[in-house]
């Protein structure tokens, strides 16, 4: 009888060792997940803090960017201002220039292209080539430039090269343009690139339709 009560004892006594063991354990685990919980609500805030001035960085740079873009807008606009009363010629031998004049050119020009507009009183403010600096590797002419004396004239210009559409100087074809600042060449040569394709879309729309009904 003895024996088997401290065999029973025993027994209890590994029970509640064991227990106890799993009690400071799980106390242990439990200590360990709020530490866990705890750095993780640190490193939360962390990143919550980083995204914020990643934020705060992104908006600084976005604001940079839109001056910036402001900036470039502004000088554009003042180039173009500038520029608004001059004339492009673009095509003219340089050879002639040495010998008349880029003013007389500018009349033979007039007279051959527009006879209409030749009593007119027309007057020059200044002419230059562009660029100033004459490349001798440079495949073609430089371009004339034209600042007439108002504004209005260079308008008249523009319009009668337009209706004429094919302007010569001397049987050699030239062009006649206003002189833009080189970004909104840029532009309009993109605004030109989108206008072609949506007229091929246009094009290619009314053709499909018209065989659609042609087909019926």
């Given at each position: 009888m003895n024996s088997n009560a401290d065999?029973?004892?025993k027994g209890?006594?590994?029970i509640r060792r064991s227990q106890e063991?799993?009690?400071?354990?799980?106390?242990?685990t439990?200590?360990?997940?709020k530490a866990l919980k705890s750095r993780m609500n640190n490193a939360e805030e962390r990143i919550s803090d980083v995204e914020d001035k990643i934020m705060e960085i992104t908006q600084s740079g976005q604001q940079t960017e839109n001056q910036m873009k402001k900036h470039e807008s502004n000088i554009r606009d003042l180039w173009d201002n500038i520029k608004?009363?001059?004339l492009h010629i673009i095509g003219t031998p340089e050879e002639e220039e040495k010998e008349k004049g880029i003013e007389n050119i500018f009349e033979e020009i007039m007279a051959e292209n527009f006879p209409n507009l030749k009593d007119t009183d027309i007057k020059i403010q200044e002419t230059q080539r562009a660029?100033?600096?004459?490349?001798?590797n440079r495949p073609t002419p430089r371009?004339?430039?034209i600042k007439m004396a108002i504004i209005q004239d260079k308008v008249r210009i523009l319009k009668a090269a337009?209706?004429?559409q094919s302007i010569n100087y001397k049987g050699i074809p030239i062009r006649l343009s206003a002189d833009f600042s080189t970004e909104t060449l840029q532009a309009r040569r993109e605004w030109q690139d989108i206008f072609k394709v949506l007229k091929g879309k246009i094009c290619n729309l009314e053709y499909s339709i018209q065989s659609e009904y042609h087909l019926k």
């Open positions: 065999s029973f004892r209890l006594e590994n063991k799993l009690e400071n354990s799980f106390a242990e439990q200590t360990e997940l608004q009363a001059n660029p100033n600096k004459l490349n001798p371009h004339i430039i337009r209706e004429k």
